[in-house]
Nanobody
């Protein structure tokens, strides 16, 4: 049974930082590309960042480029999202997801976590 469990969300002031973690189990972690997505209230889920199986290639949405960093530790079966210079518009539920292919497509992800809430106050 595959599980992805996010943690690290919370309330932070604008300009602050948070580090999200996503611990995976039940799958061969190093065989999956990983992504972070987010869904703000009343909006559709959107791509945030992705990383290849080895961690050598990353990609970001324009809205977070230069502020967020995705990384992974295959020895710990964990993917991270370091979020700096947070803005109120970053407020959302953040989800990690795993895919057998390197994609930013929501429909292309094979497994999803349940999400962690990030709230950025102004």
């Amino acid at each position: 049974q595959v599980q992805l469990v996010e943690s690290g969300g919370g309330l932070v002031q604008a300009g602050g930082s948070l580090r999200l973690s996503c611990a995976a189990s039940g799958l061969t972690f190093s065989s999956y590309g990983l992504g972070w997505f987010r869904q703000a209230p009343g909006k559709e889920r959107e791509f945030v960042a992705r990383i290849t199986r080895s961690g050598s290639i990353t990609d970001y949405a324009d809205s977070v480029k230069g502020r967020f960093t995705i990384s992974r530790d295959n020895a710990k079966n964990t993917v991270y999202l370091q979020m700096n210079s947070l803005k109120p518009e970053d407020t959302a539920v953040y989800y990690c997801a795993a895919s057998r292919i390197y994609t930013q497509s929501i429909s292309g992800m094979d497994y999803w976590g349940k999400g962690t809430l990030v709230t950025v106050s102004s």
